[in-house]
């Protein structure tokens, strides 16, 4: 059964290729200097950079580093955003639901995410999405990792390095792009929240999300993501590509421009870097070489 949520948590989300390859390099079409860009997974333990062949080296070689939005945004930021995650003034996710769909909500938060009973209300005030994408991501142990990441995302860590190195960072998007709930209606994001709650995974079983990009193989997380063996769970042709395509197009408007000025490491979520309409093959059409880093 595929996992509703995938997205979010890898979510959020590659030429299709059979190597087990996370990192490319970028060169030609008048590129002075190489860039590269790595598919993360926004809960990966840090430790893994390590785990990427290549990966240490491109961090050192670069001299900017571009992630999907710039993760160290001010506190102002972070609080205008996150209003696009909580539901209007006076309505609660289980205003929303059935008796029953409320049962099973708050069964699945308390025996397969283990959250106290006592605060399961806390969370009632979060749109169905975001609400979703949360869980899927606590009940795969991305909650673990993030302790053990000493609360930050994988991501931020590249970040990080980069400032202590001396190094530009900057975003591709703003971070409001991000919050993608705003174009779902409240019925889809409750149906999409339930879709989760009914048919998760549980992090040992097969297909699980960080246990599918710790593989490195971009053609399982990219199958993964089109596998529709349930239909009725499955994101639209439209929503796809509000997480993806579209987002993919608007990145190449900016990414020729940073790496003729630059040398840069893009991090970007790795279900950017596969498909038709992924980063690597519209890198390719724009005439550069990409190549799979191996060692």
């Not at 959020?12 to 590269?36: D, H, R």
């Not at 792009?177 to 779902?184: S, T």
Request: charged share 25%; proline share 3%.
């Amino acid at each position: 059964m595929k996992k509703i949520m995938m997205t979010w948590a890898a979510v959020l989300c590659c030429a299709m290729t059979v190597q087990a390859q996370l990192l490319y390099k970028i060169s030609g079409n008048g590129l002075k200097e190489p860039s590269y860009i790595v598919g993360t997974n926004h809960y990966a333990a840090i430790s893994f950079v390590d785990s990427i062949p290549g990966l240490r080296r491109a961090m050192k070689v670069t001299q900017q580093v571009y992630g999907e939005t710039k993760k160290s945004a001010s506190e102002h930021t972070y609080e205008e955003s996150i209003k696009y995650l909580l539901l209007p003034d006076g309505t609660t996710i289980d205003s929303l639901l059935s008796d029953d769909e409320m049962k099973r909500l708050t069964a699945f938060m308390v025996d397969s995410c283990k959250i106290d009973a006592d605060d399961v209300e806390l969370y009632l005030d979060l749109k169905p999405f975001p609400l979703a994408a949360w869980l899927a991501a606590k009940c795969d142990g991305s909650e673990e990792t993030l302790t053990s990441n000493g609360g930050k995302i994988f991501d931020v860590y590249f970040e990080q390095e980069a400032l202590a190195q001396g190094k530009e960072i900057g975003g591709l998007e703003t971070s409001e792009v991000l919050m993608i709930c705003e174009n779902i209606s409240l019925e889809r994001q409750k149906h999409m929240l339930m879709c989760m709650v009914d048919h998760h995974k549980r992090p040992k079983e097969k297909g699980s999300t960080l246990k599918t990009y710790y593989s490195q193989d971009l053609e399982a997380i990219w199958k993964e993501f089109n596998d529709h063996i349930d239909e009725d769970c499955a994101f639209s042709s439209q929503e796809k590509a509000m997480l993806v395509n579209t987002r993919n197009l608007a990145w190449m408007e900016k990414i020729p421009t940073l790496m003729s000025r630059k040398s840069t490491l893009f991090t970007v979520g790795c279900l950017h870097l596969p498909g038709p309409d992924g980063v690597l093959n519209l890198l390719r059409q724009a005439g550069y070489t990409v190549e799979a880093v191996t060692k």
